[in-house]
């Protein structure tokens, strides 16, 4: 099995992480600062008889005057095109206008998408995962969500465990 496999979401919600932790090499740089990446980025993860082209993006914003936020904008919507896969990164409790414009793209695309809901190693017990995920899940056609934790490395087998099925 081989396939492409997207990583959308606003800046600042770990895609990059993700996209290391996968690989095991820091590929992508992260920065708390958003936009750190500017160019999409492919890292091709092998394992058994399975082939999984990651495509690390620029994140979805606002578009603003500035030229590189339209051509970053750009790069983001186009890798959704020909893919076989989409992880929809979000971050665990926070849900943003930037959040919503990347949703509009992705609820068009019509391969499989996993929600991908992040940075869970921050939660207490008492903090609820996004109060309308399931609203959310079923804007996407009843994705499946997966929680995990980018930064340690938490619940990543079992992702990459679901894109290979979708693959
Ligand atoms: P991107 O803009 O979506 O590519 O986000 P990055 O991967 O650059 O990460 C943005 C910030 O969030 C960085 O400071 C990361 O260290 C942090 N981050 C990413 N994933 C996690 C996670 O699972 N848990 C925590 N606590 N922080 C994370
Ligand atoms: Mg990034």
Known sequence: R??????????????????????????????RKPQTTRHTLLGIKTEGETQAIYVDTPGLHKENEKALNRFMNKSA??????????????????????????????????????????????????????PHLEWLAQQLSSAEVVPVSALQGRNIEELEKLVAERL
């Open 2 to 31: 081989c396939g492409y496999v997207a990583i959308v979401g606003r800046p600042n919600v770990g895609k990059s992480t993700l996209l290391n932790h996968i690989l095991g090499q820091k590929l992508a740089i992260t920065s």
């Open 77 to 130: 919507t186009q890798a959704l095109r020909d893919v076989d896969v989409v992880l929809f990164v979000v971050d665990r409790t926070r849900w943003t206008d930037e959040d919503q414009m990347v949703l509009e793209k992705v609820r068009y695309v019509t391969c499989p998408v996993l929600l991908v809901v992040n940075k869970v190693d921050r939660m207490d017990d008492k903090q609820e995962l996004l």
